[in-house]
T-cell receptor, first 107, second 112 residues
Framework: EDQVTQSPEALRLQEGESSSLNCSYTVSGLRGLFWYRQDPGKGPEFLFTLYSAGEEKEKERLKATLTKKESFLHITAPKPEDSATYLCAPWGDKFYFGSGTKLNVKP | NAGVTQTPKFQVLKTGQSMTLQCAQDMNHEYMSWYRQDPGMGLRLIHYSVGAGITDQGEVPNGYNVSRSTTEDFPLRLLSAAPSQTSVYFC???????????FGQGTRLTVV
């Protein structure tokens, strides 16, 4: 059965303290994976698309990586404005969203 | 450029009432979809459409109905509201199923 798990569920960091969020999945015929950011009371906002194992994408303090079984979102020297819920969404024959990691960056 | 517009933002319904959540996009996207988001469960796909006149069921379609008469609009109808349909609903659009999606601001629905 297809499954997506994001960990941790919640993460508290001090400003400047780097860390990684994990998205592990079992998806039939995996063809790619999205990362989205969601602020409270808003819809998800697109961050990255990854298509193949070994691929990496970067945007400001965020870097997304992909293997066959999991994806990581690395956050380097985060700032309070990076606080949000980060969602991964792998797709194969169907589309799936993880339940997200809620990131809180304290100044 | 408005993107994806959902109305209303908030709604309270009584059990058994029906209503329509509106969704419109101005990006000429073929693919549109409706999700519900519940705490701890992520976004779950209700219905989707790959173009005008074509709709299909997602993961949790029961109790919901959709139609797609134009490229721009994709309304979601609740036929007879139940407390289990209390949720936040998001509409999204994209060029295809496998390209980045643009989401609306959401509709917070409470069924009492």
């Amino acid at each position: 059965e297809d499954q997506v798990t994001q960990s941790p569920e919640a993460l508290r960091l001090q400003e400047g303290e780097s860390s990684s969020l994990n998205c592990s999945y079992t998806v039939s015929g995996l063809r790619g994976l999205f990362w989205y950011r969601q602020d409270p009371g808003k819809g998800p906002e697109f961050l990255f698309t990854l298509y193949s194992a070994g691929e990496e994408k970067e945007k400001e303090r965020l870097k997304a990586t992909l293997t066959k079984k999991e994806s990581f979102l690395h956050i380097t020297a985060p700032k309070p404005e990076d606080s949000a819920t980060y969602l991964c969404a792998p797709w194969g024959d169907k589309f799936y969203f993880g339940s997200g990691t809620k990131l809180n960056v304290k100044p | 450029n408005a993107g994806v517009t959902q109305t209303p933002k908030f709604q309270v319904l009584k059990t058994g009432q029906s209503m329509t959540l509106q969704c419109a996009q101005d990006m000429n996207h073929e693919y549109m979809s409706w999700y519900r988001q519940d705490p701890g469960m992520g976004l779950r796909l209700i219905h989707y459409s790959v173009g005008a006149g074509i709709t299909d069921q997602g993961e949790v379609p029961n109790g919901y109905n959709v139609s797609r008469s134009t490229t721009e609009d994709f309304p979601l109808r609740l036929l007879s509201a139940a407390p289990s349909q209390t949720s936040v609903y998001f509409c999204a659009s994209s060029y295809t199923m496998n390209t980045e999606a643009f989401f609306g601001q959401g509709t917070r629905l409470t069924v009492v």
